[in-house]
């Protein structure tokens, strides 16, 4: 049964300090998605990629969040430094382009920056 | 204005009654759509696609209606499982999901 997995799965972390989450989407998709979600805002787009390009990540703090696709099996999002206004749950997802593809997710991280 | 919205609910439903509710988007280009349910500390997971003719899978019917620009859920014979977060989602031509902020049910005993 094919998953798309995230690590940490939990992270608990003081201002200041640099996060670094980690995807692994499912083989074979061609996009991957990150997010973001509170309670205040529901989900975000915080970054997309397709065939390891991004593609849109105007959804993304510049100043202190960045994502990458090293290769196909590993998409990383970094914020450096965190703030307690970070601390969200972070989903990815992956999927196969085309229209009525659908995405999957990730069981996210649960950041909380004290 | 967000792009994509729904009414946030709760929707309190007894066993075994019907529910329904939309949302509206508000791209017109819009390609795809699905309803997606999201559980209490869960990531979400997809329910249906919602395609232009209308569909159903067992309990759940969904509506597109491109003219209006909504789209619509409905729930039959509700069951206690059935309680969550549903969340609308549209897909642009550049393949971009975007997610309503999410309706949610609580069915009672």
């Known amino acids: 049964d094919a998953r798309v997995t995230q690590t940490p799965r939990d992270k608990v972390t003081e201002m200041g300090q640099e996060v670094t989450m980690r995807c692994q989407p499912i083989l074979g998709h061609n996009t991957v998605f990150w997010y973001r979600q509170t309670m205040m805002q529901g989900l975000e787009l915080l970054a997309y990629f397709r065939n390891r390009a991004p593609l849109d990540d105007s959804g993304m703090p510049k100043d202190r969040f960045s994502a990458e696709m090293p290769d196909a099996t590993l998409a990383t999002l970094k914020i450096q430094p965190s703030e307690p206004r970070d601390s969200a749950v972070y989903f990815c997802?992956?999927?196969?382009?085309?229209?009525?593809?659908?995405?999957?997710f990730g069981p996210g991280t649960r950041l909380t920056v004290l | 204005r967000k792009e994509v919205e729904q009414d946030p609910g709760p929707f309190n439903v007894p066993e075994g009654a019907t529910v329904a509710f939309n949302c509206t988007y508000s791209?017109?280009?819009?390609?795809?759509f699905f309803w997606y349910r999201q559980d209490c500390r869960k990531e979400p997971k997809l329910l249906m696609s919602?395609?232009?003719s209308g569909n159903e899978d067992g309990r759940f019917t969904a509506q597109l209606n491109r003219a209006s620009q909504y789209i619509s859920l409905l729930i039959r014979d509700s069951k206690l499982s059935d309680s969550a977060t549903y969340l609308c989602?549209?897909?642009?031509?550049?393949?971009?999901?975007?997610f309503g902020a999410g309706t949610q049910v609580v069915v009672t005993p």
């Open positions: 919602v395609y232009s």
């Open positions: 997802a992956s999927g196969s382009s085309g229209g009525w593809n659908e995405q999957f």
């Open positions: 989602v549209v897909r642009d031509s550049w393949g971009k999901f975007q």
């Open positions: 791209n017109s280009a819009s390609q795809s």
